[in-house]
């Protein structure tokens, strides 16, 4: 059985009191322990939010995640954090490839790739995040996006460094729109992305947790994750709502 993941992220939310008083709420105790979870703060909440959880009855299970990461290992990059000094933090995953840093900032497919091959170098996971535009689905292009993302990350870092990641299926028309692919829609997508994982190697194929993301809620969770090739969630404004994430990680 494939592990089930569900990740919140956060974006640009939050503040330490409001961050605080969500972790406080969300209650991870009664969930199967083989669920992972983990929470994807800004980078300057990262060290307060693995010590509140590390403190935590009830959500000391819980991984934290990183939004963002440099490619290099050091050096002379203002503004950017390595992988290195994440997983000195307690960080345990790291989002890559996000269609806002992907739009917004411009990175493209072969920086996703280096991002990619950074964060699994510090050992941590990379959550790579692939996805077609509107115009793009609308062309007929979704798969041979998608599969160009992925692609990309197969060439950097090979087979042995796919086992490492987690591959994150999100529509950007999806994304923070209130739109959901639907489930069909969804698994379409993933069986590409698997089928893609099984021509390089079954056995990754058969490991590889593949998540959904764009705009889950509680109300349309259980459907998606009952999908075949949909292992759990990234989940953006939902995960800010403690009640709704608690309901999304359940349904996982
Ligand atoms: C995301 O930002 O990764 C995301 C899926 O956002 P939302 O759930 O808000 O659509």
Same mark, same amino acid.
């Given at each position: 059985m494939r592990r089930r993941v569900v990740i919140g992220n956060w974006k640009m939310h939050g503040s330490r009191e409001s961050i605080s008083e969500l972790l406080a709420t969300?209650?991870?105790?009664?969930?199967?322990?083989?669920i992972e979870i983990a929470v994807c703060p800004t980078s300057l909440h990262i060290a307060e939010v693995v010590e509140q959880l590390s403190k935590s %009855?009830?959500?000391?299970r819980i991984a934290v995640g990183a939004q963002n990461v440099c490619?290099?290992?050091?050096?002379?990059?203002?503004g950017e954090v390595s992988a290195q000094m994440l997983a000195e933090f307690g960080v345990r995953y790291v989002l890559v490839g996000h269609s806002e840093r992907r739009e917004l900032?411009?990175? %493209?497919d072969q920086l996703v790739a280096a991002k990619t091959a950074a964060t699994i170098s510090s050992g941590l996971t990379p959550v790579v995040c692939v996805g077609e535009t509107l115009a793009q689905r609308q062309e007929g292009k979704t798969e041979f996006v998608v599969l160009r993302q992925l692609n990309a990350v197969v060439q950097q870092i090979g087979i042995e460094g796919i086992e490492k990641c987690i591959v994150a299926y999100e529509p950007v028309w999806a994304i923070g729109t209130g739109e959901t692919a639907s489930p069909a829609q969804a698994q379409e997508v993933h069986a590409a992305l698997r089928n893609r994982l099984q021509q390089l190697d079954a056995a990754l194929a058969e490991t590889t947790p593949i998540l959904y993301g764009g705009s889950v809620k509680a109300s349309n969770a259980a459907d998606l994750f009952?999908?075949?090739?949909?292992?759990g969630g990234l989940v953006g404004?939902?995960?800010?709502?403690a009640e709704e994430f608690n309901a999304i990680c359940a349904s996982a």
């Open positions: 969300i209650d991870s105790s009664c969930l199967d322990p083989a %009855s009830k959500n000391s490619d290099a290992e050091s050096g002379a990059f203002t900032y411009g990175e %493209s009952a999908q075949p090739d949909i292992d404004g939902a995960s800010l709502k």
